[in-house]
């Protein structure tokens, strides 16, 4: 067995209250101070103990496998699309009249809340306006229940509301990136764009 001096370690002498001397290895780095306890007093080494290190490098560790936990759930969360698909788009049957000058066009509704309280409004008349070439709107006196969301693409002849209050009617065809509550659409479009015209336009929607 190596002596303690080749190890480097040394012994520094410990006289508590005056009752004696004890011999106490002192710590110098190279190996892990050993702490003691003579006459009930305890050293105190001088440089910082493994026992530190320890769990400095286990805290890092714990920190680390959080980090990597929430990495983890993260990625595996199923990436939300911006559709809400809870809005069903299945006709009702119900079949709604709309009048546009001298042109009529019929429409089907879909079966939800939105179209059930925009039927119950009808039959009404109301002056619409152009917007981009592509739509005409007006605002309904009262809020509908909508639940808005992202068509993609929009079809000529659809019947949609923007928000709770603007009901559009559509009369061509294009990308979107906004979203709408799809209310109804007209069996056939064909006219549509003639009819609507290049500015404002009177517009009548009842049941048939």
Do not use: W
């Not at 759930?73 to 990436?79: D, Q």
């Not at 809005?87 to 429409?107: E, H, K, L, Y």
């Not at 939800?112 to 008349?125: E, N």
């Amino acid at each position: 067995m190596l002596p303690l001096e080749a190890l480097g370690i040394g012994f520094v002498p410990f006289s508590p209250l005056g009752k004696g001397t004890c011999q106490i290895p002192a710590c110098n780095n190279k190996v892990e101070a050993i702490c003691r306890t003579c006459f009930h007093q305890h050293h105190q080494p001088t440089c910082k103990t493994s026992i530190m290190k320890h769990f400095a490098l286990l805290l890092f560790c714990a920190c680390f496998l959080v980090a990597s936990c929430a990495s983890c759930e993260k990625g595996n969360a199923a990436p939300e699309t911006g559709n809400n698909p809870s809005d069903s788009t299945t006709p009702t049957g119900v079949n709604m009249r709309i009048i546009v000058g001298n042109s009529r066009f019929t429409a089907t509704l879909y079966d939800h809340a939105a179209a059930a309280a925009f039927k119950a409004l009808l039959p009404v008349t109301v002056n619409m306006i152009e917007l981009n070439g592509n739509e005409k709107y007006v605002d309904l006196p009262a809020g509908l229940p909508a639940k808005a969301s992202n068509p993609g693409t929009i079809q000529a002849g659809d019947l949609m509301l923007y928000g709770a209050k603007t009901l559009v009617l559509f009369y061509k065809t294009f990308s979107t990136s906004y979203s709408y509550t799809k209310l109804g659409k007209i069996d056939d479009p064909a006219g549509l764009v003639a009819a609507v015209g290049s500015g404002n336009a009177t517009v009548t929607f009842s049941m048939e």
